[in-house]
């Protein structure tokens, strides 16, 4: 009798290990097969129910940037666009002309940048705008607004070569970045802002000579217009895509995107089409008796 329940036992463990076994080796074959791992990490229904991004956020480092940048020293919009012509992407992250340099500076050029992307994209809200109320009450009622429905989590992104690009209410006259606010970027690095909506106190902007490049100006604060949706994920601005991360090169000729995993080929062929200009617009400028300028230094 013991010798049959020792037997029972064992042959109930050799069970249990032979379903271990087969499973591991499931598990292994899964791994192997791309389908079968692309097919096993599909979302299901409910976890699309609850929201789902499919354009995963790449992550640069400081370093990573700064090469980057250094790439694209000194070039305009238009020498980049020959470079995407040349990496096959023409017509290509150029934004809409309609996303224009709020202010030009035709002798440095300080309304010119190149920087990385932080992106941000706020919505027209559904939300019923303020009563009638006492100052007091009002004064809370924006705060809390700008506290927990239309605040900047973008700021702490924002370091030495960033260039913050919105996505934004278009329709709705508001003016997001503002006189004071866009000095708080800038101090932390901030090159220069996109937006393919609005901006306010543009007399101070031009003062303060930042580069701002927008469609036109908002005059009404966030609260009761517009509420944050997502920080560093994929946006349209000017009809183009703007991936975190990208190179943003603006002049007076507009805006242009460069994806980041095409951005050192155009940079390489962009800066051979600078110097070809440049040497050839110096001995114009000799021969017409034109004094050097910027532009062709």
């Known amino acids: 009798m013991k010798t049959t329940n020792a037997t029972t036992r064992m042959a109930a463990v050799l069970l249990v290990m032979a379903g ?48 980057i940048l250094k790439l694209f020293t000194g070039l305009r919009v238009a020498d980049v666009s020959d470079g995407m012509d040349k990496v ?4 290509t992250g150029l934004m809409s002309p309609e996303i224009h340099a709020l202010w030009k500076d035709t002798k440095q050029f300080t309304h010119r940048f190149i920087g990385i992307a932080v992106t941000v994209r706020y919505v027209p809200t559904n939300k019923p705008p303020a009563r009638p109320m006492e ?59 996109v937006t393919n909506a609005t901006a306010r106190d543009t007399d101070e902007i031009i003062t303060e000579k930042i580069p701002l490049y927008f469609r036109k100006p908002g005059r009404g604060i966030r ?29 007076g000729d507009g805006v242009i995107v460069v994806p980041r995993a095409k951005a050192k080929d155009v940079a390489e062929y962009a800066q051979g089409v600078i110097e070809g200009d440049k040497t050839g617009r110096r001995s114009l400028y000799e021969k017409l008796g034109l004094p050097i300028d910027e532009s062709v230094r």
């Open 223 to 251: 609260p009761g217009r517009n509420e944050v949706e997502s920080v560093n994920r994929p946006i349209v601005c000017g009809g183009v895509l703007v991936e975190p991360g990208d190179v943003i090169v603006a002049d």
């Open 20 to 67: 271990l076994l087969a499973a591991s080796l499931l598990v292994l074959a899964a791994c192997s097969d791309p389908a079968a791992a692309k097919q096993d990490a599909t979302p299901g229904t409910e976890q699309l129910r609850a929201g789902r991004n499919f354009i995963a956020t790449k992550v640069y480092s400081a370093q990573e940037d700064e090469q």
């Open 135 to 193: 100052s007091k009450a009002f004064d809370g009622w924006v705060g809390q607004w700008y506290g927990q429905l239309s605040s900047e989590p973008f700021v702490p992104l924002i370091r030495k070569g960033t260039v913050v690009v919105f996505d934004d209410a278009p329709d709705s006259d508001v003016g997001s970045i503002g006189s004071n606010n866009i000095m708080g970027w800038k101090l932390r690095g901030c090159v220069g802002v």
């Open 88 to 91: 096959g992407l023409t017509n």
